[in-house]
């Protein structure tokens, strides 16, 4: 269905939903229709060709707001943006980039935060996300999220839900398949990892007989609550908890950003490998969209410069 030339592509499709493409083949899909209360990424495909992430928990039917790797929060001046059970949404206003490339794809979108009645968002959002190969056909996945109250300020507050979570395949859980929980030290289970800092958390296991793969979930360096104390649970889910240990306030004229990476490997959590991307990932200059100069492109996605 995709060429494959150039290497890494996004291709938009049809209900505001966008393939991304690496060496011809779908490995991630981004959904933003108004027919769920948020968008959402799904599947992330692994190196099998098998998904990473599922929609919804295996067995909870009130927990189909786990779509895959989404973005929420539990508490926005005490509306709820986590749960299906308010009127609370967030919707993709427009997209501003697509870039196809030979080392990395990228695309740049923005999304508003609507308690649901007012018809002005109490929050902006910009999202850059990009797709690039990794060793034996794995992928990595980098989310750069920048936050803007619309009012002066506005309050994150305290909670172990928000602000980027992600839903595993079933099979690859502890409780409904083999996964394993593997925190950058090395420490394993949700008994030991559960509101403890760690810079990345992987969880794998068996996607399919005799095919292990799985997934790792980085914290940036330069997030304000790095290394973040993690929400993680054997049933199959996990997320960078940015205000577990308090609120956090955003700013009209000081936009807020957090960056974090997801690598879809083979084979179980490798804790030097992780290191190593890790400390990649840590040094890469973050996205920036300006506006193009080129003929029919409003924006760019361009990495700072270091200078």
Known sequence: ??????????????????????DGQE???WHAAADAPRPFFFPLIGPSGLPLTRMGHPGAPNHDHHRSIWFAHYKVLGIDF????????????HWLAYQNGQEEASMAVELG???????APLLKQKLVTAIAPAEDD?????????????????????????????RVAGAISAVFGDGVLTGSDGTQTEKQ??????????????????????????DHAQNASYPSKWHVRDDGWIGASVCRDGPVMLYR???????????AHAGPANVEASHRL??????????????????????????ESHE
């Open 1 to 22: 269905m995709f060429p494959k030339s150039p290497r890494c592509q996004v291709v938009p499709l049809p209900q505001k939903q966008v393939a991304f493409v690496v």
């Open 27 to 29: 490995r991630l899909r």
């Open 82 to 93: 986590w749960s299906d059970t308010s009127d609370a949404v967030i919707r993709q206003e």
């Open 113 to 119: 935060w609507y308690d649901g009645h007012n018809p």
């Open 138 to 166: 794995g992928v990595l996945i980098e989310i750069q999220t920048t936050l803007n109250s619309v009012a002066e300020s506005l309050e994150l507050e305290q909670t172990n839900f928000g602000l980027l979570a992600v």
């Open 193 to 218: 990892l559960f509101g403890k800092a760690s810079a990345w958390i992987d969880y794998s296991g068996s996607v399919d007989q005799g095919i292990t793969e799985g997934l790792t979930y980085f």
């Open 253 to 263: 004229d000081q936009p807020t950003t957090w960056r974090y990476l997801i690598h």
């Open 278 to 303: 890790a400390q990649a990932f840590d040094r890469r200059p973050p996205f920036a969209l300006k506006p193009a100069k080129k003929p029919h492109h409003e924006y760019l996605i361009e990495r």
